[in-house]
């Protein structure tokens, strides 16, 4: 039987178009593949740069010259400058040497470091509550502004505050218990004799410096100068009196020298509380024979870091000078003599009481 021509077999000559999609899919899927495997495999090699995400090689597989080997590297993160802190420069200690007396006013208009230059002082004084016991300064204590004796300015208080934080050391004078005014305005706070107030031989009132009143109303003024800056308070007519007609006092321990001494160191105890976290001197304005009538010895002042400002001169004072522990002498001049003399104030009319 003969075989059969014509009819249709398989056409292997052309390729058709779903072979071809076939290839291409295949193509994709490997390529996917392989961008996947990349990613994966060196997303370590992937870097964020100004220009968006780069590919790096590691330094090994770069071509070009190699980085020589320059061991471990240390590296130190300088501050910048806001985050910069410098050490707190120390202050100078204050010392007194040579210490002149002027009017508040010298602080408030400015006059007063050229004429402490010019008269070779490296200290001021102040007059900050004298005998007729006005203060040059704005208190806060009842006492004080009940009597009216409180400054009315705000600015002065201001202005001290300001001076204390320079370079000057500033003492404040303090007339304590000789006052002539608060004793006149509250009688319950006045020595009293038996004609009224009690004067005494410069026709002045005092406070009582038994009663508790004029005790905490002292050291409560020690406190505000404290607050205000001041290096040191100098304290005059700290004691109960000793001039005068004494006999006509109606109650008081003139005669009862235990008496005399526990009030002055009740006082100073007094004080001494009013002014702790203060960085602040309080001294004493004596002579030997005040300190000798008040008790204080060696062994009463033997933790007190004050001076003695003193207008006189003996055994009693250079012993405390050389033996108490923290004081010295602060001689009381007319005129400043030269650092070389020692320390010395210009302290016009010291009171002893």
Known sequence: MSRQKGGFGGYRGRRT??????????VLTVLVILVLAGLFFGQKYIVQTDRGLQFQLPQALRPGKEEPD???ISVVIQPSDSERREEPEQEPERALTAALQLPLSAVLDGTAVGSMEEAGANALILQMKGREGQ?????????????????????VNDALTAWNQGEVYTVARLCCFRDNTLPYQNNAVALRASYGNWRDELGLRWLDPA?????????GLCGELAAL????????CWAYP??????????????DRQAVTDLALALLEQIDAETEGYDVRISLVADGELLERTGLDLNSLDQWEGNIWTV?????LAG????????????IVSALEGKEAGAQGVLPEPELG
């Open 320 to 331: 405390l000078d050389k033996n108490a522990d923290g004081g010295r002498i602060v001689r």
């Open 242 to 255: 000793s001039r005068g007609n004494l006999d006509v006092i109606t109650d008081g321990p003139a005669g």
């Open 312 to 316: 006189g001169e003996g055994e009693y």
């Open 229 to 236: 800056g001041f290096d040191e308070i100098v304290l005059e």
């Open 135 to 155: 203060l040059n300064w704005v208190s806060q204590q009842p006492l004080a502004v009940a009597a009216g004796v409180s400054g009315q300015d705000q600015s």
């Open 17 to 26: 178009l779903t072979d071809i999609l076939r290839l291409i899919a295949v």
């Open 70 to 72: 320059i061991g471990d």
């Open 211 to 219: 009663k508790a009143e004029g005790q905490a109303y002292v050291a």
